[in-house]
T-cell receptor
Framework: NAGVTQTPKFRVLKTGQSMTLLCAQD?????MYWYRQDPGMGLRLIHY???????AKGEVPDGYNVSRLKKQNFLLGLESAAPSQTSVYFC?????????????FGDGTRLSIL | SQQGEEDPQALSIQEGENATMNCSYK?????LQWYRQNSGRGLVHLIL?????REKHSGRLRVTLDTSKKSSSLLITASRAADTASYFC???????????FGDGTTLTVKP
């Protein structure tokens, strides 16, 4: 049972480059989330989705875009990477919202921007 | 600022001892969740306590919630080296579909 899978696991980019992080879940969850985690800190919500075809902004959405074309996938895009976006990115899903539902996390994508 | 704040930031104990970490928050919540994160891995859900609950147990874990003080505590009894990890609380506000995480407590259990 794979759960939440993130690809790639590691990536190094140059400033100004673009890339897409992929998150896939096989639990038929409605809600999906993208977080970033900076050293010694907790998770900050970038964007989330309450269902296929929907997206919403979280706490730190600037510089990122997302898409949820299929229920099982949630993509996070960086159009023009900046050093401030160096971080570990986590995807999570939950059956419904986090009202009484736990989130299931992937193992993260470690992104460095030079 | 973050809704949930853990205390202490770091905790080091010997195997067999109990570990207690605390979480304080600022606004009314629907529930509070505790997660564990092993080094280099994603977060793993440990326990969820609803706002109308005061205490919850799961194996060696005991969570309490005091809504009047806007605080929660996580107690790990008879700790093991494998409990070494960072622990995060996440608060969910009423009518919200998303969580707000604190900065975590890093627990080191020495064998």
């Amino acid at each position: 049972n794979a759960g939440v899978t993130q690809t790639p696991k590691f990536r190094v980019l140059k400033t100004g480059q673009s890339m897409t992080l992929l998150c896939a879940q096989d639990m038929n969850h409605e809600y999906m989330y993208w977080y970033r985690q900076d050293p010694g800190m907790g998770l900050r919500l970038i964007h989330y989705s309450v269902g296929e075809g929907t997206t919403a902004k979280g706490e730190v959405p600037d510089g990122y875009n997302v898409s949820r074309l299929k229920k099982q996938n949630f993509l996070l895009g960086l159009e023009s990477a900046a050093p401030s976006q160096t971080s570990v990115y986590f995807c999570a899903s939950s059956r419904t919202g986090t009202l009484n539902q736990p989130q299931h996390f992937g193992d993260g994508t470690r992104l460095s921007i030079l | 600022s973050q809704q949930g704040e853990e205390d202490p930031q770091a905790l080091s104990i010997q195997e067999g001892e109990n570990a207690t970490m605390n979480c304080s928050y600022k606004t009314s919540i629907n529930n509070l969740q505790w997660y564990r994160q092993n080094s280099g891995r994603g977060l793993v859900h440990l326990i969820l306590i609803r706002s109308n609950e005061r205490e919850k147990h799961s194996g060696r874990l005991r969570v309490t919630l005091d809504t009047s003080k806007k605080s929660s505590s996580l107690l790990i009894t008879a700790s093991r080296a494998a409990d070494t990890a960072s622990y995060f609380c996440a608060t969910v506000r009423t009518n919200a579909g998303k969580s707000t995480f604190g900065d975590g407590t890093t627990l080191t259990v020495k064998p």
